[in-house]
């Protein structure tokens, strides 16, 4: 078999747009699974730089699991971006130290947890994914959309703020494909399955 080297930064010849993203990541606090994908209209540089308020004192990490289609102009906004909500004033007067560096004292910013994107998600172009969300495996996220809020597997969410538009499959279907986890398997397998991976008979994926 002659399957994609998943280490490999740009697996189309002569395209230096599109990445495995793994293979170009630097920030400890951002990981990726194999065969995920960035595209970026300009430099696959930019996805880092689309990693906003990403903070190493806040300690949150983005994490982005295998086989992931990422549009350019995708924005990640992180946990460093949150200001006080449950205050009489949002603004973080302790930042400008001087007689104001005791502003925070007993107090924190909220922080909403790790960003998690299933395996097998496409973000469309120039969507937003708001601090602390969990997009569930088999997930689109439509161009444009700002999602605020968790994401079921197998379903396409649009808007701003992104809303459910459907379920990719019917809840017996997503059950199973959750079973099966078909990125996990050996590659050889996946090899095997690429025409019943692409195609919507479950009941025709083999071992």
Same mark, same amino acid.
């Given at each position: 078999m002659n399957i994609p080297d998943k280490d490999e930064v740009f697996p189309l010849p002569g395209y230096s747009r599109l990445c495995f993203l793994k293979n170009i990541i630097k920030n400890p606090n951002i990981e990726v699974g194999d065969y995920t994908y960035y595209d970026d209209f300009e430099d696959v540089a930019n996805f880092e730089k689309n990693v906003k308020y990403h903070f190493d004192f806040v300690g949150d990490k983005l994490i982005i699991g295998k086989f992931c289609m990422i549009a350019s102009g995708v924005t990640f906004i992180m946990n460093g971006a949150n200001h006080l909500t449950r205050s009489l004033s949002s603004y973080p007067f302790a930042i400008f130290g001087k007689d104001w560096q005791n502003a925070m004292e007993g107090k924190v910013y909220p922080v909403k947890g790790d960003t998690i !994107?299933? /395996?097998?998600?496409? @973000?469309? +172009? /120039?969507?937003? !994914?708001?601090?602390? !969300?969990?997009?569930?495996?088999?997930? #689109? !996220?439509?161009?444009?959309?700002?999602?605020? =809020?968790?994401?079921?597997?197998?379903? @396409? #969410?649009?808007? /701003?703020?992104?809303?459910? %538009?459907? =379920?990719? +499959?019917?809840?017996?279907?997503?059950?199973? %494909? %959750?079973?099966?986890?078909?990125?996990?398997?050996? %590659?050889?397998? @996946?090899?095997? /399955?690429?025409?019943?991976?692409?195609?919507?008979? @479950?009941?025709?994926?083999?071992?």
């Open positions: !994107i299933g /395996n097998d998600v496409w @973000i469309g +172009f /120039n969507a937003t !994914i708001m601090p602390g !969300i969990r997009i569930g495996d088999g997930a #689109v !996220i439509a161009a444009n959309a700002t999602v605020v =809020k968790d994401v079921d597997p197998y379903s @396409i #969410v649009g808007g /701003n703020p992104a809303k459910e %538009l459907r =379920k990719r +499959f019917s809840d017996e279907e997503i059950t199973k %494909l %959750l079973e099966i986890k078909w990125w996990d398997w050996e %590659l050889e397998k @996946i090899t095997k /399955n690429l025409k019943n991976l692409t195609g919507n008979n @479950i009941d025709l994926i083999s071992d």
